[in-house]
């Protein structure tokens, strides 16, 4: 798409949550007839946005006129069996994701990430080390996407020479046609939404490599050579991909598997660019108590990768990671009360994401899990569990299935509500142990986003400070 293409053109944008209202306001500027419509009713705040820049919407069903466009936008929480996308699709309307459209009108270099975890804190990594580079080099950094902040709503502030930094979840890779990062992140794959992909692991990956499906050789193409669906899919040489850069925790596979890469060779975090090998920083003058575990050093990995092959130098690299305190409601230490650590990872949505934590915590623990459980198998964390937790906490629609999953290798004990379930691990938590707030579901049953809950756990850890 072009900006004489998008001129007068009829758009129908399908939800009107954050990137949905985004991507009308964006079209709206750009001189397309914009009509949003909504299967649930809006807020007081959308809805006077959406009047205050001419918008027509529609809220609570959708009606026949989002089929009068030249092309839709779809919101990435729809899914694509629901009828709303089966008529649009009847009427051979064609479907773009809100990345797909901010793109169009993006003058910066793109840092594209995506993978089933560590996505947040690689996308937040890079752009804390662009930040520091920017600094001294004059140009801005902004991040977006699956991150929280519409890509479309920030598009329009770039300037050529800028980095935007955009994570991506494989919902809105679904409908990018024409979407190209300079460089591509690939943190990792594992089974997650396997509900919306049929139970299809081929359908997921299918979506996720829709990251690079437009890119060309002198792009950058950034990936996990430990996780072994990406070091089977690119160690087929036979399809075409832009210059692989991987990265691992084995500095030997990750040699093999390309010229360029990120590894840890002994203790140090090194690169090899170019021809060039670079001793970045120390596991120890990176790890803090807010940022550790093993995952998260293959984050650091990757985004060291992506930031190296964009031309950044070693020096912004270690301020950055020196100075990285982590992510919100991703391993995220809240405080200790009464000799007892709390961590709030609400941000695990998958059962790989709460094995990640089970293995980054020290010692033993009590575990509060559950939420909407995603198709996966339980079963698969019973040796983490046993050798870790000490009593599971389970809330939420999964708790049932927790409580069959482990109880005969745990006792669990069920709460049916997050707050009832802090009581409990407050009850049975003793000096010197860990509680771990890592759901490995996701958090729709009771809560707008991971976001939500995340708060909602520490806030019911401030009442018991307090």
């Known amino acids: 798409m072009n900006a004489e293409r998008i001129k007068g053109s009829s758009v129908s944008v399908i939800g009107a949550k954050r990137s949905g209202i985004a991507a009308a306001l964006l079209l709206r500027e750009r001189g397309a007839d914009v009509f949003v419509s909504d299967s649930e009713p809006l807020g007081g705040h959308e809805r006077a946005l959406l009047r205050q820049n001419g918008i027509s919407f529609e809220e609570g069903g959708h009606s026949g006129r989002i089929l009068g466009a030249d092309f839709a936008v779809v919101s990435p929480g729809i899914p694509p069996h629901v009828q709303v996308m089966r008529l649009l699709e009847q009427q051979h309307i064609t479907l773009f994701s809100e990345i797909e459209v901010a793109s169009w009108f993006c003058p910066a270099r793109i840092i594209g990430i995506t993978g089933t975890d560590g996505k947040t804190t690689t996308a937040t990594l890079i752009a804390a080390i662009c930040a520091v580079d920017a600094a001294e080099r004059g140009y801005r950094v902004f991040s977006a996407g699956n991150i929280g902040i519409p890509f479309s709503s920030v598009v329009g502030e770039m300037n050529r020479g800028d980095i935007a930094v955009v994570e991506l979840s494989s919902y809105q890779l679904e409908r990018c046609e024409t979407f190209r990062p300079d460089i591509a992140v690939i943190t990792n794959i594992m089974p997650d939404h396997l509900d919306r992909y049929e139970g299809s692991m081929q359908r997921y990956a299918a979506a996720k490599y829709r990251i690079y499906a437009n890119q060309k050789k002198d792009d950058r193409l950034v990936y996990n050579a430990d996780n072994e669906i990406l070091r089977a899919h690119f160690g087929d040489r036979g399809r075409f991909v832009p210059g692989l850069v991987p990265f691992g925790m084995d500095r030997e596979r990750v040699a093999e598997a390309g010229e360029q890469y990120a590894a840890m060779d002994g203790e140090w975090l090194t690169t090899v660019i170019d021809g060039r090998k670079e001793r970045v920083i120390s596991d120890d003058g990176l790890l803090k108590r807010s940022f550790r575990g093993g995952h998260n050093l293959e984050n650091a990995l990757a985004a060291v990768a992506a930031v190296k092959v964009s031309g950044i130098g070693v020096l912004p690299i270690r301020q950055a990671l020196r100075d990285f305190g982590g992510v ?37 623990m009590v575990l509060i899990a559950g939420g909407r459980e995603k198709g996966d198998d339980f079963g698969e964390l019973e040796k983490q569990v046993k050798e870790k937790v000490s009593m599971l906490v389970a809330f939420g629609e999964s708790r049932d299935k927790f409580a069959s999953a482990f109880s005969s290798v745990v006792r669990v004990v069920q709460a049916g509500t997050l707050e009832e379930a802090v009581e409990l691990a407050v009850q049975q938590a003793v000096a010197g142990e860990t509680v771990l707030f890592s759901p490995g579901c996701s958090s729709f049953d009771m809560f707008e986003n991971y976001e939500v809950r995340g708060a909602v756990f520490k806030q019911c850890i401030r009442e018991i400070a307090e």
Request: proline share 3%; no cysteine.
């Open 328 to 364: 919100e409601h991703r391993q995220e230490y809240v405080g200790t009360i009464n000799g007892v650590d709390w961590i709030n990872d609400s941000k695990a949505t998958n059962l790989n994401a709460l094995r990640r934590a089970l293995e980054a915590v020290p010692g033993k």
